[in-house]
């Protein structure tokens, strides 16, 4: 690992000017690639104190043994010197979008003396025309299929072609009338360009032309009576009417425009890519990549834009390219697209109507692909296999850790806190085994703490289940957990049996050292070891042991540390959504709640006869009799229990000051502090939401 310091350029050597830097390893590899407005501002930046650098900069600055930059005159060239060298170099700590598969064009090749139709992949040649791409060759198969009907250009092979000219005998869909047979002299040259010519315009979008030509023609037809020639141009005009309800209308002023979306979290990055041409979507395209150096979507953008378009030239560069986000800065982006295109270029940000609409729909096609992808790379067995056995040789384990427990700590500003346990068996999550804990051993927030109770917790009721079988520590009975009385069942607060008898191999806890070794004390307390512990610290996605002061690197690429994640950032989604519906569940509490025998339907009935809590508070037994449901036991029962509680402080308007009514969804507050329903501190399992921060909560 290199000093940055060792081969940092001195501060004079660096010119303030446009330019692109390439960053190289100690083999002269280059391992990075990056432009800047001004070299000078933007090398310094590097150069910084190490703590304050990204984790995935730092990670690049100290494998990196020596910088260099080339001085440009322009942003626009630096944009365009930037892109050759990435395609170049192929640097590790670039984004890079590759392709998720070789997505088919239709291609119309007008380099040949008889152009022909067919399906390609690949790389683009010089004098073929390009439509797509396509999501699947059939697709392309079925729209040329009805087209050479009306336009029909040759799609046979050159050996096919060359056969049929030595024999004087044209293929099958000579006879049928799907190809014009110019093998055999039928048509000449000229008239096949002019087919190919006329069957490229119409993939283009220029149909409206064909359309009312033949019509026009069928009609003449008609007139004189060729009935039979009339038929075959109405039949000609279905055809390509069906050809182009195949891509429907999304933009009604037929608008060529690109569509790109962009999905990503804080690993991975989704691109879709929708090509709109006559304001019909024609082709659609997605990538995804490893998000393996610091980047925000903007930069994103413009990295799929290089992408996009760098290689592509003329109208294969449309007039508009609507973008989630703009590139900083826009100006030179939008000049190297005008310069490919020959002609200006519009990126922009859709706000309104069909384009953002359609906007929203690539956006969700992004959003699918991202999880589809994560969905592909986690069920994969082969990959599953070695992500164990990755984690087995880094964590140092006798074997690959089959059954994987992670747990995390979840709290608002140490209200609410609350611990989550997901479970991995094979690389994948058994959600039937998630549990989730209310932390009761202390008030307040200390993060170590409650990992030290939740661990101990957990693994108590593994012991107990062990002397279920039999397998009970000496002077303990069957059945006891320890610190619990003789006969009390090892049943939770619902009376359903405890499930915590299958051991791990691993357990993974959402933090670094502090947390580790508050796990691992937890374990030696209780004489278990032979469970390994590890950490894995979210900032730097170091894995921590317990004892070790330098922390585990896996490598960015690792499937073992991407099946850590996955677990790690499980236990958080798991344990954030308890803790959402634990402080929903403490913001709607009321009185009424500790009534006992009192259910939810005559709770409603009492409210919605007397509109409040705190009318309900002030009125008699006798009052409170009449509500349907409610006997004169009851209604002492109501009566005694708002008598205990203090009535709850007025709720004020912040915005008018105004003091508002007391209301059914408000919390009366008990001994000064609000009113909160503790729930069971065992396990249940919940499907919960998307993981995501609010406010300070953890």
């Known amino acids: 690992m290199a000093d940055p310091s060792s081969y940092r350029p001195k501060p004079g050597q660096i010119p303030d000017s446009p330019g692109v830097y390439k960053f190289r390893d100690e ?111 059939w697709a392309i198969r079925d729209t040329v299929d009805l087209l050479l009907r009306v336009f029909p250009v040759r799609t046979c092979s050159a050996g096919v072609f060359k056969n049929a000219a030595r024999t004087g005998r044209p293929c099958l869909l000579g006879y049928i009338g799907k190809c014009s047979a110019p093998c055999v002299g039928r ?39 060729e009935y039979e020639r009339a038929a075959r141009l109405r039949d000609d005009i279905e055809a390509l009417k069906k050809a182009m309800e195949k891509s429907a209308v999304v933009l009604a002023d037929a608008t060529d425009a690109d569509l790109i979306a962009v999905a990503e979290d804080e690993l991975e990055a989704a691109v879709q890519i929708f090509h709109v041409r006559g304001g019909r979507v024609r082709g659609q395209r997605g990538w995804v990549t490893d998000k393996v150096e610091e980047i925000t979507t903007s930069a994103l953008v413009e990295h799929a834009l290089q992408q996009l378009y760098g290689e592509e030239k003329g109208d294969s560069v449309p007039k508009e390219v609507l973008v989630p986000a703009l590139p900083d800065p826009v100006e ?61 040789e880094a964590l140092d384990l006798d074997g690959a850790p089959l059954r994987i427990e992670c747990y995390d700590i979840s709290h608002l500003q140490g209200d609410d806190v609350v611990a989550s346990m997901v479970v991995f068996e094979d690389g994948l999550q058994r959600k039937s085994e998630y549990r989730r804990f209310q932390i009761k051993g202390f008030e307040g927030q200390d993060d170590v703490r409650s990992m030290h109770e939740v661990i101990g917790r957990r693994f108590k009721r593994y012991i107990a289940e062990k002397e279920k079988t039999g397998e009970w520590a000496d002077g303990q009975e069957p059945g006891q957990e320890p610190g619990q009385e003789p006969g009390e069942e090892l049943k939770d607060d619902e009376g359903r049996p405890k499930r915590f008898a299958y051991p791990p191999q691993l357990v993974v806890v959402d933090g670094g050292q502090p947390q580790v070794a508050a796990a691992q004390r937890a374990l030696d307390e209780l004489g278990i070891d032979d469970i390994a512990v590890c950490g894995l610290a979210k900032r730097l996605e170091e894995v921590w042991l317990p004892g070790d002061n330098d922390p585990v690197i896996l490598p960015r690429t690792s499937e073992g540390l991407y099946l850590l ?16 519906v634990k402080r929903a569940k403490r913001f709607r509490a009321s009185p009424l709640d500790d009534v006992p025998g009192l259910g939810e339907t005559r709770k409603q009935a009492l409210l919605k006869h007397f509109g409040s809590v705190k009318k309900l508070r002030s ?80």
Not at 188 to 209: K, V, W
Not at 654 to 663: F, H, P
């Open 332 to 392: 030179p982006v939008q000049e190297w697209l005008a310069a490919r295109r020959g002609s200006g270029v519009s990126l922009r940000i859709p706000q309104r109507g069909d384009k953002k609409a359609l906007m929203e729909t690539v956006q969700r096609n992004a959003q699918q692909s991202l999880v589809l992808h994560k969905t592909k790379r986690a069920s994969d067995l082969t990959t599953r296999s070695r992500a164990l056995e990755e984690i087995a």
């Open 27 to 137: 083999h002269r590899r280059v391992i990075y690639v990056g432009k800047a407005k001004s070299l000078r501002q933007r090398l310094a930046n590097y150069f910084q104190d190490l703590a304050g650098l990204h984790p995935r900069t730092r990670t690049m600055v100290t494998t990196a043994a020596s910088v260099e930059w080339t001085v440009v005159s322009t942003e626009v060239e630096a944009l365009q010197l930037e892109y050759s060298w990435i395609k170049e170099y192929d640097p590790r700590f670039n984004v890079k979008y590759r392709d998720d598969k070789s997505y088919p064009y239709l291609a119309v090749t007008m380099n040949e003396e008889f152009p022909r139709v067919q399906v390609m992949r690949g790389q683009k040649r010089k004098g073929v025309r390009y439509f797509g791409p396509y999501g699947h060759a």
């Open 619 to 698: 009125a008699t037994i006798d009052q409170i009799r009449e509500v349907p449901g409610i006997g004169l036991k009851t209604a002492e029962t109501i009566a005694v229990a708002l008598a205990q509680a203090a009535p709850a402080a007025p709720a004020v308007n912040t915005a008018t000051g105004e003091i508002m009514e007391d209301t059914a969804g408000t919390a009366d507050t008990q001994n000064g502090e609000p009113g909160t329903r503790t729930g069971s501190a065992g396990e249940s399992v919940s499907a919960g939401a998307p993981d995501e921060r609010r406010g300070q909560e953890r």
């Open 187 to 225: 048509v000449s040259a000229e008239e096949h360009r002019d087919l190919a010519e006329d069957f490229s315009d119409f993939m283009a979008g220029r149909t409206g032309t064909y359309i009312r030509r033949l019509e026009q023609r069928m009609t003449e037809a008609a007139e004189e009576m």
């Open 565 to 580: 994640q996955r677990v790690r950032d499980e236990a958080h989604r798991f344990a954030i959504t308890y803790q959402r």
